[in-house]
């Protein structure tokens, strides 16, 4: 990047008009509008496919933000303000001259260009190389890109190369929304800046790591797309193992984008392959079939809106994995992630080892394990849990009690920001810390082809499960065989 890069002046949203940048980026771009987080003079261009007027596109962004999580900031002033800055330009990705629109939505003062490319990932390279044939590209430019990238090792590097011809490894922010989250950089507060856990983080006092991303939502209409990817390449490549290792990294030499994404990939490069015949004991996979969910009937995953009469890409998977390091050796990693789960909840459990020696056996109390609970949904809490005597005169009673460790416990937050905000205001900033580098990518899917390859050749196929369950038995089976059980 160049020393002294020009703050940017326009962000350029490709897929604008699509679910995630209703759900997610126009109201986090609205948010940081409204606390005055956005370069004053920052044009917000939206592109798309279809032809749409400026106002009735006005008029998506506004139904967008007051549908959103961030419903409760809309005020009509605020908006006409943000509305000031929204441009919407009509492209045709894929077509000769189709992006030929967006240079001129662009301000005419010199300033950097944010491409933020929410399409599909089939377009990623394609925008990229039409921006650079355009000379929309400079070494002011970024570009965000979403998960996934690719579908494989391979993919992923042409994706990667595509990008990369376009735009410098510093310019790409490669997003993934979890390590937005509060508690996720929680974590690496915890354990980066207190010296009381790091003597604790390792084999010798943690006894095993999950780590579950259990969704209570179906396929909302996208079974096509999510039968091409399932689980494992849909959650398992991109937030479990970033939260992976976000939990087993080494200490970076500085809070820096290369230390941290250095260490990050050390974890990636340390995970034991799950190939061949290991492949059958240390994974599950398993699709949902009709069941409850709240007192609800709720269709199975071919019963769905446009499935196919059968399939058999997993909509759940679990895997036991380990990493193989000194700080790791022999502590399981228990992944788990599902659609149609029982409850919405994404978490890490710290699990430590038991106490060495009951003295409190003689009197009829049992000790639990000492646990440090990371949840990201459905609310961000860091709880330690601790055996603490029960108040009262009656014989010592133990009961294990949480204590809260999370910043709402010491700080005033005035409000639950969505991921994406701290991302954008990041990219706004040109610091990739929290964002994925190249090798992370690769490596990553590199470890998940191994996995697909193994249930290719061994033909482990899905097992059922019902919707509104934790999973098919197995999973359970997985973690039991280890001697632990699952955090519900
Ligand atoms: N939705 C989520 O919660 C979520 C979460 C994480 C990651 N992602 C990733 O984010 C990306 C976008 O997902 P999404 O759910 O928002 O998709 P989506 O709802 O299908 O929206 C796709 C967007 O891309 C535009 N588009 C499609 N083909 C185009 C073309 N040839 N030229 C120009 N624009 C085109 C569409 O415009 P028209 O409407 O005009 O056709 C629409 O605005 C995907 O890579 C997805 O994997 C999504």
């Known amino acids: 990047m160049s020393s002294d890069p020009l703050p940017c002046h326009a962000l350029v949203l490709f897929g604008a008009t699509g679910d995630l940048a209703r759900r997610m980026l126009w109201p986090s771009l609205y948010a940081l509008h409204r606390e005055g987080l956005l370069p004053e003079a920052m044009r917000l261009v939206g592109a798309a496919r279809k032809p749409l007027a400026h106002a009735e596109f006005v008029e998506h962004v506004r139904a967008a933000i ?37 240079g001129p939505a662009l301000p005419a003062t010199p300033g950097g260009v944010i491409y933020y490319l929410a399409t599909g990932p089939d377009l990623f390279g394609p925008i990229c190389l039409h921006l650079c044939a355009a000379g929309l590209v400079d070494e002011h430019s970024r570009v965000v890109v979403e998960k996934p990238i690719g579908s494989d090792a391979a993919s992923a590097e042409t994706v990667n190369e595509a990008i990369g011809s376009a735009f410098g490894e510093h310019q790409i922010f490669r997003i993934d929304h979890y390590l937005g989250k509060e508690a996720v950089q929680n974590l690496i507060a915890l354990r980066f800046g207190n010296a009381i856990l790091e003597p604790l983080w390792n084999s010798n006092a943690i006894d095993h790591v999950q780590i579950t991303v259990a969704e209570t939502v179906g396929l909302e209409g996208r079974w096509e797309y999510y039968d091409h990817s399932g689980a494992l390449r849909d959650m398992v490549q991109s937030h479990l193992l970033q939260l992976l290792c976000l939990v087993a990294m080494e200490p970076p030499a500085a809070f820096t984008a290369s230390a941290v994404r250095n260490e990050k990939v050390k974890v990636l490069w340390s995970l034991r392959p799950i190939t061949g015949a290991h492949v059958a004991s240390n994974t599950v996979r398993g699709q949902y079939a009709g069941g409850y969910l709240e007192d609800r009937g709720v269709p199975g995953y071919l019963e769905e809106e446009g499935a196919r009469r059968s399939s058999d890409t997993e909509s759940f998977v679990a895997i036991r994995a ?31 080892k038991p106490a060495p020696f009951n003295i409190f056996a003689g009197i009829g109390q049992s000790l639990s394990a000492n646990k440090l609970l990371i949840r990201l949904q459905p609310d961000e809490t860091i709880t330690l849990s601790v055996m603490n005597k029960t108040p009262g005169l009656n014989e010592l009673q133990l009961g294990e009690v949480p204590l809260n460790l999370a910043p709402t416990a010491a700080f005033a937050t005035p409000r639950r920001r969505i991921a994406y905000e701290r991302m954008l205001l990041d990219v706004l900033r040109g610091n990739p810390a929290l964002f994925v580098r190249r090798d992370e990518v690769e490596a990553s899917w590199r470890w998940i082809d191994g996995i697909v390859e193994g249930w290719r050749s061994a033909g482990q196929g899905v097992r059922p499960y019902a919707a509104g369950s934790w999973g098919p038995a197995a999973a359970a089976e997985l973690i039991e065989r280890g001697g632990h059980s699952w955090n519900e």
């Open 66 to 102: 007051r549908s959103s999580g961030n419903a409760g900031l809309y005020d009509d002033t605020t908006f006409e303000a943000f509305a000031l800055r929204v441009r919407y330009v009509a492209v045709a990705v894929g077509e000769d001259r189709g992006l030929d629109a967006v």
């Open 322 to 352: 380990e990493v193989d390091n000194w700080r790791w050796s022999g502590v399981p990693f228990y992944l788990r992630t599902g659609k149609r789960m029982k409850q919405r909840s994404s978490e890490i459990v710290i699990r430590f």
